[in-house]
């Protein structure tokens, strides 16, 4: 089911902002205002609704987080979710390496292989989403394709949607190649290439 991000006000008079599942943008309000919210804002339309899956990472990242992430540039929305994750999900040995370092600093001891191991262990998530951040990934194959497509560059959009890696639904990538032929002038193929998607199941027939 689509899921919409929404801001509001809740019955408490706090502002707070939650997922909800429902079939339109309307209907997302219309439950919100049920349970008593209002000043509402909602963060996604219905198309954004199909693809914006907050759900799928609704155990590490809130709704906030989702948002705040969303509205990232492009030279930190890798970098800066890999670092916090890692920092979740490993709080407290970081937190103990970090107490011990803080320890051994107090103590009038020289700087030894210990405390840069635990210099090390603290910065760790740094170097790994720095690493993640610079790796080739799905997303930047992907933002390249758009940016070919948007540039009527049809014969690089019909390459990079070979390449573009896993986790693209497979009519988006449909559709951006059929795009790329319809500017080629092969508007027959492009047609044959999302009639498959004709019948409502993988993506609702108004859109």
């Known amino acids: 089911m689509p899921e919409y991000l929404a801001t509001g006000r809740n019955a ?13 943008a309307d209907d997302a309000i219309a439950q919100l205002r049920e349970r008593g919210f209002d000043e509402i804002v909602l963060h996604t339309d219905d198309v954004g609704a ?25 030279s930190v929305v890798t970098f800066l979710p890999v670092c916090l994750l890692l920092y979740k999900r490993n709080w407290f040995t970081l937190l103990l390496a970090l107490a011990v370092l803080l320890y051994r600093r107090a103590v009038p001891a020289p700087w030894g292989v210990v405390d840069t191991l635990l210099a090390a262990y603290l910065v760790l998530p740094l170097a790994w989403a720095l690493v993640a951040q610079l790796l080739p990934s799905a ?6 394709l758009v940016e070919a497509a948007a ?23 449909a559709f951006r190649r059929a795009g790329a032929l319809a500017g080629l002038g092969r508007l ?20």
């Not at 759900?55 to 906030?64: E, L, Q």
């Not at 027959?188 to 859109?207: C, N, S």
């Open 188 to 207: 027959d193929e492009a047609v044959h290439l999302v009639q498959r998607f004709g019948d409502g199941a993988a993506i609702p027939a108004w859109l």
């Open 50 to 74: 199909l693809y914006s899956r907050q759900a799928d990472v609704a155990k590490t990242f809130s709704p906030r987080e989702f948002l705040w992430f969303r509205a990232l540039p492009r």
């Open 139 to 144: 997303a930047a194959r992907y933002e390249q």
């Open 12 to 24: 408490e008079g706090k502002k707070v902002t939650e997922r909800v599942e429902a079939d339109s």
């Open 151 to 173: 540039w009527g560059r049809w014969e690089e959009v019909l390459a990079r949607a070979d390449d573009v890696g896993p986790g693209i639904p497979p009519e988006e990538l």
